[in-house]
């Protein structure tokens, strides 16, 4: 018997979209005119987008199939109890609530749970999650382990949340924290996984001092294949039962479906806690919509209970995990200062470790993506000074890393268009000497890295 090395994608193309190819003057002209801010370009001038893999994935035949069984019904539509049975199926929590998207949910969890200057412990928190705290006055704490500082440093769950750390901050600050929570896999820390041996630690010091745990859910899929292949005694469990067991530790969870519910658009707030709950659903008709759609349409939530069953399919990760993998190591193996080890949806280049010229706040991130885009069409976002920099009195204070991540769009992107992506990474990092730093000229004061123009320091 054969036995194959070369992991193929596990589809076919049946729909294709053409991409643009632009010059490179073009691109100089199209940067300019979005303020030096990738954000702001257009999309049709981006050949390849590595922007986010938050809603831009292929869907498959399956969920457009299932898309023209979505039930329109205000109220009590056949679409939202599939949806439900999906997630509950796959979650086991009592109180499935849809939102548009992860942001909703977070936004509905916390207005509804956190009092001004209260603690929610992460291992880190996402840049909208942050937001969703701070808008309510409350401290976002992120608590991941050491080794998820340091980019180089390997570790097998770089995304676990320390421990101790959180045990100190329930014991200081214990009355101020409403709830735990932990973000998997973490991508503010690279894409990394967190095992389920730190998830039952997490629980175990949530029943102790008496609080709520909740997932920030939206790569559990990818957790799971990385749990699966990392911790021991987990190789021979299928990622659902993996996936159930990381839910089953949890009180609740947020969820954007444009991750890992393979969904252009949707998400989710699903938990136990009845009071918490009503409360949830009481502001969900406010902003939102009926607890039976919430905000969005029955043909989304057909489409995201379809991808949330095929998100867990092992040759789906199996390729999907591989595929970040072999950027990583492509670019690993021409010296680019990289996150090791891969992500599972994405590749954060050390901005800081590659141009330790430009000052973290002069946006080394910022220099490295308007690089790639000007080179070769390629657009990634900055993870760093810009997004995270900003503190809530308005100063700014560089954070631990300043990152460059290039997310991959779920069954979207061909091997042929990762190898030209390695080329231009590999490319750009080489006229590392001739890029520069960037001043923000304008920008809002909650995530500014979304609408904030920038303009490039002189030589
Ligand atoms: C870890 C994490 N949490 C929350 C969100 C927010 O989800 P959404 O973009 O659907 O609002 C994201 C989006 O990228 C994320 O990566």
Not at 130 to 158: M, T, Y
Not at 191 to 218: I, T
Not at 282 to 289: C, F, M, V, W
Not at 318 to 324: A, D, E, G, K
Request: aromatic share 8%; net charge neutral.
């Amino acid at each position: 018997m054969l036995h194959f090395k070369t992991i193929i994608e596990p589809f076919r193309i049946k729909t294709v979209e053409s991409v643009k190819f632009t010059e490179r003057a073009d691109r100089e002209r199209a940067l300019v005119e979005a303020g030096h801010n990738v954000f702001l370009l257009k999309g049709e001038d981006v050949l390849i987008d590595l922007l986010t893999d938050s809603g831009t994935g292929a869907m498959s035949a399956a969920q457009w199939g299932a898309i023209m069984q979505g039930d329109e019904t205000y109220a009590g539509s056949r679409s939202f109890y599939r949806f439900r049975d999906v997630v509950q199926d796959l979650t086991g929590f009592r109180h499935v609530i849809p939102t548009h998207q992860g942001r909703a949910a977070e936004r509905i969890l916390f207005h509804s749970v956190l009092q001004p200057g209260d603690v929610v412990p992460n291992n880190n928190h996402f840049d909208t999650t942050r937001a969703n705290v701070e808008v309510e006055k409350a401290e976002a704490r992120d608590l991941v382990i050491p080794e998820g500082r340091v980019p180089s440093q390997l570790h097998p769950f770089k995304g676990n949340i320390d421990l101790a750390a959180l045990e100190r901050t329930l014991q200081q600050d214990g009355e101020r924290v409403p709830l735990v929570m932990v973000t998997v896999t973490n991508n503010t820390g690279g894409g990394q996984p967190v095992s389920l041996e730190n998830l039952r630690g997490v629980r175990k010091l949530c029943d102790r001092y008496q609080k709520p745990f909740f997932l920030d859910a939206c790569r559990f899929a990818e957790n799971s294949w990385f749990v699966k292949s990392r911790e021991e005694g987990q190789a021979d469990r299928s990622p659902k039962q993996i996936a159930r067991e990381m839910f089953s530790l949890a009180d609740g969870c947020t969820m954007s479906a444009k991750k890992d519910g393979l969904s252009n658009i949707g998400g989710f707030l699903a938990l136990n806690d009845d009071a918490w709950a009503e409360r949830c659903r009481n502001l969900l008709i406010l902003t939102e919509g009926f607890p039976t759609y919430g905000g969005l349409a029955g043909y989304d939530l057909e489409a995201v209970a379809r991808g949330l069953e095929e998100v867990v399919e092992e040759p789906y990760l199996r390729y999907r995990i591989r595929s970040t993998e072999y950027l990583h190591e492509r670019l690993v193996a021409a010296g680019v200062p990289v996150i090791r080890p891969a992500g599972g949806h994405a590749v954060y280049i050390d901005a800081r470790g590659l141009l330790p010229h430009i000052e973290p706040l002069a946006y080394p991130g910022i220099a490295l993506v308007n690089a790639l885009y000007l080179e070769a069409g390629i657009r990634g976002v900055e993870i760093g000074s810009v997004m995270f920099g900003r503190q809530p009195d308005g100063s700014e204070r560089a954070p631990a890393m300043d990152l460059v991540r290039l997310a991959i769009p779920r069954r979207v992107y061909t091997q042929s268009h990762i190898d030209y992506v390695a080329e231009a990474v590999i490319g750009v990092a080489a006229l590392k000497q001739q890029l520069r730093g960037y001043r923000i000229t304008k920008a809002p004061a909650v995530l500014r890295h979304f609408t904030a123009l920038f303009e490039p320091l002189a030589a």
